[in-house]
């Protein structure tokens, strides 16, 4: 090897040398920030998983509210006593003025009155067929009670039933026994008109006198 080779090499190594001693540390810093961004840029988005836990739903629990329970119970009793109450005085009034039309008034079954021929020939129109106590109309005007005590709810169709058989029952105990024939066919055509909306609901019935 000639002298001037080893001269040169040790003249690029000392060049080399003063270079990296020349290299200010926030420079040096700075060159590694550089490079780990420039490898995370070439990486691409990494994913990092969430260190929240999650969270469990909330379990639901029923609490029976037992004012509404009750308010709603006691609605439906009051309901049905009213529907009771109707029929009790509709079938009583629709017996008295039957007995009207054929020249008695009859409260109780031993007390009977002899009525007036104006009397006698009004009660005539009103239990005729077509007439206002006639078992048509009667029955239809208990019937619709029933719906608007309701409010048409086809679940409380055997409810009204029951107030209409109690109250009938109660109208028959006012009276003294049994109730003039008209309103026997009355109670057979409420007891039709419950199996008709029942049937039209889609609900099954065992029509029990």
Do not use: C, H
Request: net charge negative; charged share 30%; no cysteine.
């Amino acid at each position: 090897m000639s002298v001037n080779g080893v001269t040169g090499a040790a003249s690029a190594y000392e060049t080399y040398q003063t270079s990296q001693t020349d290299v200010k540390p926030e420079q040096a810093a700075d060159k590694i920030t550089t490079d780990e961004t420039s490898k995370k840029e070439d990486t691409g988005a990494v994913y990092e998983p969430s260190k929240e836990k999650p969270v469990d739903p909330v379990k639901k629990t029923y609490t029976q509210n037992t004012a509404l329970v009750s308010k709603m119970k006691a609605d439906q009793e009051a309901r049905q006593k009213q529907l009771q109450s109707i029929v009790e005085q509709m079938m009583t009034k629709q017996g008295q003025t039957f007995n009207s039309a054929n020249g008695i008034w009859s409260i109780l079954a031993g007390g009977k009155l002899e009525v007036d021929e104006a009397t006698k020939l009004q009660a005539q129109k009103d239990v005729a067929e077509d007439g206002y106590w006639g078992v048509k109309q009667t029955s239809e005007r208990i019937l619709d009670f029933a719906t608007a005590l309701t409010g048409g709810d086809p679940d409380k169709i055997e409810e009204m039933r029951e107030a209409f058989k109690k109250g009938y029952k109660q109208a028959e105990d006012t009276w003294g026994g049994k109730l003039p024939e008209i309103s026997q066919k009355t109670y057979d055509a409420v007891m039709a008109g419950f199996d008709k909306m029942a049937e039209d609901a889609g609900l099954t019935t065992e029509t029990s006198n």
